[in-house]
């Protein structure tokens, strides 16, 4: 298994601001990926963290508005960029270890973004 | 594309069994998964299936059936602590997710 760790664990922040949600896992890992959960809905993935090179971000998704990045293989940030409201949402952060049984993917505990 | 369908709510009796139905159509298929999502937490790991057939894990089993897109989970001898949404997963090349359906358990 993994854990990991997300900071912060909330955030209230400003339209138009932009914060930085930091993930940590205690083991190298062989995929990271960032997923948003908005209120009363399932998770959407939002891209793969690459160690090394750029993300691959899913569509509706872009970098411009939600840059990572990934220096090693244990730590990965995603930034929200120029907020609005509706980017109120939980941002999750998970991993799939290179020895897992099913491949099975770790969640962080979240990040709960609220944007006023 | 990825569309994985799942009931949204569901109510059950204390010590009951609940089946919670999924299915799916997916552009490529390398597993199934099943997670339990407490409110304000993030998902945990249940089950996998990528062969046919039932795998049975104490009070929770999943089946699946590839030819058909369908895959199920079980919940037996239910527990006021089994409240909480499960979500079905599919897995490609990455995990997409179902809608999740929340399960509430009355005593």
């Known amino acids: 298994s993994a854990v990991i760790s997300q900071k912060p664990s909330r955030d209230i922040c400003q339209r138009g601001t932009s914060l930085t949600i930091q993930c940590q896992v205690d083991?190298?890992?062989?995929?990271m990926f960032w997923y948003r959960q908005q209120p009363g809905q399932s998770l959407t993935l939002i891209a793969t963290a690459n160690q090394g090179s750029e993300a691959t971000y899913e569509s509706g998704f872009v970098i411009d508005k939600f840059p990572i990045s990934r220096p090693n293989l244990t730590f990965s940030t995603l930034t929200v960029s120029n907020m609005s409201p509706e980017d109120s949402s939980i941002y999750l952060c998970?991993?799939?270890?290179?020895?897992?049984?099913?491949?099975?993917?770790?969640f962080g505990p979240g990040t709960r973004l609220t944007v006023l | 594309g990825q569309n994985i369908d799942q009931p949204t709510e569901m109510t059950a009796t204390e010590g009951a069994i609940v089946q919670i139905n999924c299915t799916y159509q997916?552009?490529?298929?390398?597993?199934l998964f099943w997670y339990q999502q407490h409110a304000g937490e993030a998902p945990t790991f249940l089950s996998y299936?990528?062969?046919?057939g039932l795998e049975e894990k104490g009070r929770f089993s999943s089946f699946l059936s590839r030819s058909k897109g369908y895959s199920y989970l079980l919940l037996k001898e239910l527990q006021m602590k089994d409240s909480a949404s499960y979500l079905c997963a599919v897995r490609d090349l990455k995990l997409s997710f179902g809608a999740g359906t929340t399960v509430t358990v009355r005593a």
């Open positions: 299936n990528v062969l046919d």
């Open positions: 997916t552009s490529g298929f390398n597993g």
């Open positions: 998970s991993v799939e270890p290179a020895s897992g049984d099913y491949n099975e993917q770790f």
């Open positions: 083991s190298q890992v062989t995929m």
